[in-house]
């Protein structure tokens, strides 16, 4: 029994080491991105992403967008996900977010005639404090009758905000692939800025 209990300690303090150790990898990262995130302009295209997660290739998008497309079968056909950086200190509410969001369907709509798009839901915190995180997610129909699955957010944090969006032909992966680039992102936009 002690063995067993000692085994498992010894394994708790390693995962809770590596644990720190990846904590602090990204508290670095997220600190170089943002000392460096106001001038896009003098960063180099072929400079690697801020961040990036495994399976998907990079690709670097207009300004300061990082452009994502999915090399596995799990995070599905033609899935892309996208982010960029601004600078903290964005004052937008939950419902500021939600008529952003119906706007957005106008203007989508209106740039694609025929093109329908659903609002499946919009979440978030409320308040102005940090963190604070809103997503929506959509429904788009091309006329030719092509779904495509959106799931966009804002991430606010001390240090940073951050715009995410995740598409994909499939509901399900489109919510996994925004969760997976969104855990990253928010520990970053959250980097304490006292480190």
Known sequence: MRRRL????ARWESMKSAIRVAVHFLLLIGALVVAG??????????????????????EKGQSDMHLFHCELAKCGTNSKVSYRLY???????????????????????????????????VDGDKGTGV???????????????????????????????????????????????????AV???MLVQTPSTR
């Open 184 to 186: 990253a992102l928010t």
């Open 131 to 181: 963190p604070r995180l809103y997503k929506a997610r959509r429904l788009m129909v091309a006329p030719g009758g092509q779904r495509e699955y959106v799931a966009s957010g804002l991430m606010f944090g001390s240090r940073a905000s951050a715009s995410l969006i995740s598409s994909s032909q499939d509901e399900k992966a489109s919510n996994d692939n925004y969760a997976q680039f």
């Open 37 to 58: 995130a106001g001038d896009a302009s003098a960063q180099s295209a072929s400079a690697p992403p801020p961040l990036s997660v495994s399976g998907w290739r990079y």
């Open 6 to 9: 000692a085994a498992s300690h």
């Open 87 to 121: 600078a903290p200190g964005n004052p937008m509410t939950l419902q500021q977010y939600r008529d952003s969001q119906q706007q957005l369907v106008g203007a989508l709509e209106q740039r694609t005639p025929g093109l329908k798009v659903t609002i499946l839901g």
